[in-house]
């Protein structure tokens, strides 16, 4: 990772671990799998991690200290997320809130569920759960809003629309969808999936209009293992998980009040400087996107495009004739964090559901690259990309010209 970002507070890049079998240079470029934890996360969560600490449904003074630390953070993501407090549930993760919403609406209210067909898995899984209908996406990655039109039916119970994608980082048209549902389906709720989202985007807007909202700290650099679902009060919803009945009755466990300290403060410090950092990350992304194109001009930008914003972290390609897989091997190599698609946990590379929904055949989406940067991400990082992946590029493909002819062909 190169110098810190300008306009952080208390700017100061972790330190990276020796692993010992460390590249002279390291460009982390996947912020959209996970991000460093900012500085002002840590050091909000040290004392939670040292001496301080209690469970927060207790009565007694140490009890109260934790609840008085989990209530502040409630007040300070709902300040920025733009709901009330009351409307805050925490979570272990966006997995755990986009499960609340899709599973947890449609067991307070069967009925027909609508998603876009290029959601996370995290909500693609559950809608498929529970008999689930996808709605096309075009060529761009942008929901199409007349197959939304088509689809809507006065008894669809919830339709989930990510606020941008975590592949290509098209944002989406949330507005828009929301409005169609209120004609067509005035009974739907609305979910969106902010964990991509929230750390560059205003949500305001966004969030006035929806029902549910999951967000995730670890997109934002806070600590991973916390999130949570804004639910509006009068939104049909049931639990996930039954137990004491902490968050509202909506979500039981012991609150995890170091994550949740670290998460509200990652979220205010992005929110104090989404701006300069969505401006100085844009500009980083575009340099490297154009050096790229430039240097392997058949590549594919993937999404997005002609007055479609995308995520300024975000920057998606496909190189035709090259392994993804073996790509990002040769880039590991070198020092080069990227991804061909989401993380998954099995480490695997399957073809991805939105480049197949956005028309994207699978020999171009074989050559899928996710290089996602963040606010951590410096001018070395991009330089550094530069130099390398071009490069790596070329050997794939000078090996692949030297293989020989599969038998039986002329
Ligand atoms: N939704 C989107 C769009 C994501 O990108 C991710 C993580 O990659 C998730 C949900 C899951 O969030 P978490 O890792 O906090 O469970």
């Keep these: 990772m190169g110098a810190p970002p300008a306009g952080c507070e208390n700017d100061r890049v972790p330190e990276q671990p020796d692993r ?27 004392p939670w991690l040292g001496e301080r ?17 989990v209530d502040e ?18 979570t272990s993760g966006g997995t755990e809130a986009d499960n609340m919403a899709v599973r947890g609406v449609y067991a307070a209210r069967p009925g027909p569920v609508l998603s876009s067909a290029i959601e996370h898995d995290a909500v693609r899984n559950p809608v498929d759960l529970v008999g689930g209908t996808t709605v096309a996406v075009d060529i761009r990655g942008v929901l199409d809003l007349e197959a939304l039109d088509d689809a809507l039916t ?12 975590n592949e290509v980082g098209v944002v989406q048209p949330v507005a828009d969808a929301v409005e169609l549902v209120r004609r067509r389906a005035p009974g739907a709720a609305v979910h969106t999936d902010a964990v991509q989202a929230a750390g560059w985007l205003d949500l305001r807007a966004t969030i006035a209009g929806v029902d549910l909202v999951a967000v995730s700290s670890h997109k934002v650099g806070g600590p991973q293992g916390v999130g949570a679902l804004i639910a509006k009060s009068g939104t049909p919803l049931r639990p996930l998980l039954l137990g004491g009945g902490q968050e509202r009755e909506l979500r039981s466990g012991t609150h995890n009040v170091a994550g949740i300290v670290g998460m509200a403060a ?42 479609v914003p995308r995520l300024p972290g975000t920057l998606h390609l496909c190189i035709p004739g ?54 951590s991400s ?14 790596a590029v070329g050997r794939l493909r000078a090996a692949q010209d030297r293989r020989p002819e599969p038998a039986g062909r002329p």
């Design 53 to 69: 600490f209690g469970n927060p449904s207790g009565d007694h003074r140490v009890a109260r200290g934790a609840r008085q630390a």
């Design 322 to 375: 090259v392994e993804s897989e073996a790509l990002l091997f040769l880039l590991d190599e070198s020092g080069i964090c990227a991804s061909a698609a989401s993380a998954c946990a099995s480490g695997a590379h399957q073809a991805s559901h939105v480049l197949a929904a956005m028309g994207v055949g699978p020999e171009l989406g074989a050559g899928a690259l996710r290089l996602s940067l963040g606010w």
């Design 378 to 391: 410096a001018d070395a990082d991009v330089d550094h990309a530069l130099r390398v992946i071009p490069a």
């Design 20 to 46: 010992g079998d460390r590249p002279a240079r390291l460009a982390y470029l996947d912020h959209a799998a996970t991000t460093p934890l900012r500085p002002a996360a840590r050091d909000a969560m040290l």
């Design 266 to 307: 990652a979220f205010h410090a992005a929110a104090a400087e989404r701006d300069a950092t969505a401006a100085r990350v844009g500009g980083l992304r575009d340099r490297l996107a154009d050096g790229l194109l430039a240097a392997i001009p058949d590549a594919v930008r993937t999404g997005g495009g002609a007055g």
């Design 73 to 90: 953070a409630r007040d300070v993501v709902a300040d920025v997320v733009g709901c009330r407090p009351g409307d805050v549930v925490f």
């Design 154 to 165: 006065p008894d669809v119970t919830l339709l989930a629309l990510m606020s941008a994608n």
